[in-house]
Every structure is written in C-alpha cells, then in structure tokens.
Nanobody, 125 residues
Framework: QVQLVESGGGLVQAGGSLRLSCAGSGRTISRSAMAWFRQAPGKGREFVAAISRSGSSTSYADSVKGRFTISRDTAKNTVYLQMNSLKPEDTAVYFC??????????????????WGQGTQVTVSS
C-alpha cells in the first residue's frame, strides 16, 4: 500500500517562504515520477511542479516558475517543494502525487495514481 504524507504547510506573509515535504512509504519516491498540485477555495485542482523518476527533469506551472523548486531525496524517500516569494494567490491546499507507472514528468492529474491528503498553505497580504 503506497502512502504519501505531506507536511510543512502553514500561514506566511506575502514575500515569505515555506518548504513542503512529501514522505512516501517504502520505495515510492525512488520508483516514481512525483508532482505537486494545489487547490484553492472554490477552484479545481491545478498542476504546480513535477520531477521525473531519475530527478533529471522538472516542470513547473507558469504561475510559479522562478519562485518554486521541486526536488527529491531518495535516501530519505521524500520530495520537497521550496516556495519563495509567496503571493496571496498561492493560498491553497497542496497535494503530493506519485506516478508509479511512468517515470517522466507530467502536469496531468490522471497520470498520477497515488495522492497524499494535502497540506494547507495560507499567504496573507
């Protein structure tokens, strides 16, 4: 059974930083392409960032490019999302997702077969 557990969310002022973590069970992180998605109140879930199974490729939504960085530590079985220069519009529940079937980056929800429960990020103006 694959489990993903996010942590690191919280309340931060605009311009601040947060680092989200996603811990996977077993060897989930090392054998999966991983991604972060987010869902703001009243909106659908949207792609934020993804990293390939090898870690050699990353992809970002235009809205976070240059501010957010996705990375992975296979020894710790953890994926991170470093978020800098946060804006109020970044407020959302952030979800970690794993694609255990393919190792390439993807911004499409249906390519990910395991999801975490989410962690709330709130950015005040």
């Amino acid at each position: 059974q694959v489990q993903l557990v996010e942590s690191g969310g919280g309340l931060v002022q605009a311009g601040g930083s947060l680092r989200l973590s996603c811990a996977g069970s077993g060897r989930t992180i090392s054998r999966s392409a991983m991604a972060w998605f987010r869902q703001a109140p009243g909106k659908g879930r949207e792609f934020v960032a993804a990293i390939s199974r090898s870690g050699s490729s990353t992809s970002y939504a235009d809205s976070v490019k240059g501010r957010f960085t996705i990375s992975r530590d296979t020894a710790k079985n953890t994926v991170y999302l470093q978020m800098n220069s946060l804006k109020p519009e970044d407020t959302a529940v952030y979800f970690c997702a794993a694609n255990t079937d393919f190792g390439i980056v993807s911004g499409l929800e249906y390519n990910y077969n395991y999801w975490g429960q989410g962690t709330q990020v709130t950015v005040s103006s």
